[in-house]
């Protein structure tokens, strides 16, 4: 081989070396090309994994609640809970892994899915240190009976006295360190909660049907507030109205933004406020605020006329406890026309 052939041949073989090289990186750079637009195609869907999300459907019961008028539950015997039977336990441990599992976890541990974002977290059932309400019956019946609804422990009032007795004693067999029980004990939470002669249960509504009814009240609001639109749209001779319309961006908007800041209602400069404030984001105009006083007491007057005669105010759309409570009391007549079928 001459050296100019040896020359060739190292060349060749750097060139085999780098084409290959070159090769791999233009593989590696599509690599990442792909790898990128994956992600950024996907990144709603990768930050929304990184937490667990909070689903409140798996917080409520497997199936909804059953419509019920408050009635007086059956007595129990409370002597039963002693020492109860595998039946007794059965039970509670059904009723357990339906209603309480979520949070609690299947092996009462307190990390169910539903209260990882709970804070305190579900109790560890097993672990008998720092209750709030104590391990004892009378502790746990409480707990059961009132909730500790500001950490997020519903009450389970709804449920009958044995069940949550039977629930209780499954508990119990979760850990040797319970107390232990005495017919004291439970003669005491019978004098308590008047056990052994029944107690009154609460109404009941299904959680859907509460939802309905809900739906229900803010379409009523809706449709109202529509009619409010269609008489302020058709006014044509009343310069309040006018004036008003010339006022707003967007009419639907600004006297939604109005019903759900019952304020203004109080007086005139709260209603300039109002207005003032955040004129766009509420379908105003900017310049209405330029509007003179007298013109404004005609406006404040006329709409608060229409506002008053369609009895809004009081109902701003949010979901309250307070409609879930009103709609329980109305749950003794919609009884009556679900059980004439
Ligand atoms: C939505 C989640 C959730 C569900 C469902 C739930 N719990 Fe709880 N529970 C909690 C939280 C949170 C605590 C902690 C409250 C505290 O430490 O004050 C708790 C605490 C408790 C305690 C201890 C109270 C104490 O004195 O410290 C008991 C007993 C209990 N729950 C039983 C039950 C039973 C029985 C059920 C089912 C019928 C149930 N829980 C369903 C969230 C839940």
């Known amino acids: 081989m001459s050296n100019q052939e040896k020359q ?9 070396v780098l084409g290959a ?7 590696i750079l599509a690599m990442l090309v792909t790898l990128g637009y994956f992600y950024v195609k996907n990144i709603g869907y990768v930050t929304t994994m990184s937490k667990v999300p909070l689903e409140y459907d798996t917080i409520q019961p497997v199936s909804d609640l059953p419509l019920k008028k408050g009635t007086l539950s059956p007595p129990v015997d409370v002597k039963l ?8 336990i059965s039970k509670g441990k059904s009723i357990y892994e339906m209603n309480c599992a979520s949070c609690h976890g299947v092996n009462g541990l307190g990390d169910g899915e539903a209260g990882t974002m709970l804070n ?24 059961l009976q009132e909730g500790i609804t500001a950490n997020g422990m519903a009450s389970y009032s709804n449920l009958p006295p044995e ?6 004693s499954y508990i119990r067999t979760l850990s040797p360190d319970y107390p232990k029980l005495t017919d004291t004990d439970l003669q005491t939470l019978d004098a308590m909660y008047s056990l052994s002669k029944g107690s009154l249960m609460p109404n009941q509504i299904p959680v859907n049907m509460a939802m309905g009814k809900l739906i229900e009240e803010y379409g009523k609001v809706e449709s109202k507030l529509d009619s409010v639109v269609q008489t302020i749209s058709k006014d044509k001779d009343n310069p309040a109205a006018v004036m008003f319309r010339s006022m707003t961006n967007n009419l639907n908007k600004a006297l939604t933004s109005l019903n759900n800041n019952s304020k203004w209602n109080e007086n005139e400069a709260e209603f300039v406020n109002f207005i003032m404030k955040n004129p766009v984001q509420n379908g105003f105009k900017t310049e209405s605020i330029s509007m003179s006083q007298e013109n404004m007491t005609l406006i404040f007057n006329y709409i608060r006329n229409l ?6 105010f009081k109902t701003p759309v949010t979901l309250t406890t307070a409609s879930v409570k009103d709609s329980v009391s109305v749950s003794a007549t919609v009884k009556d026309t679900t059980t004439k079928k």
Do not use: C, H, Q
Request: aromatic share 14%; no cysteine; glycine share 8%.
């Open 163 to 168: 069940d949550r007795l039977s629930i209780i």
């Open 120 to 143: 305190p977290k579900p109790r560890n059932l097993k672990d008998m240190t720092n209750w709030t309400n104590g391990n004892t019956i009378e502790g746990m019946y409480k707990t």
């Open 8 to 16: 060739n041949d190292v060349f060749g073989k750097l060139k085999e």
């Open 21 to 27: 090289y070159g090769l791999f990186y233009i593989v």
């Open 307 to 312: 506002f008053g005669s369609m009895n809004l």
């Open 81 to 88: 809970f002693l020492n109860p039977s595998a039946e007794i």
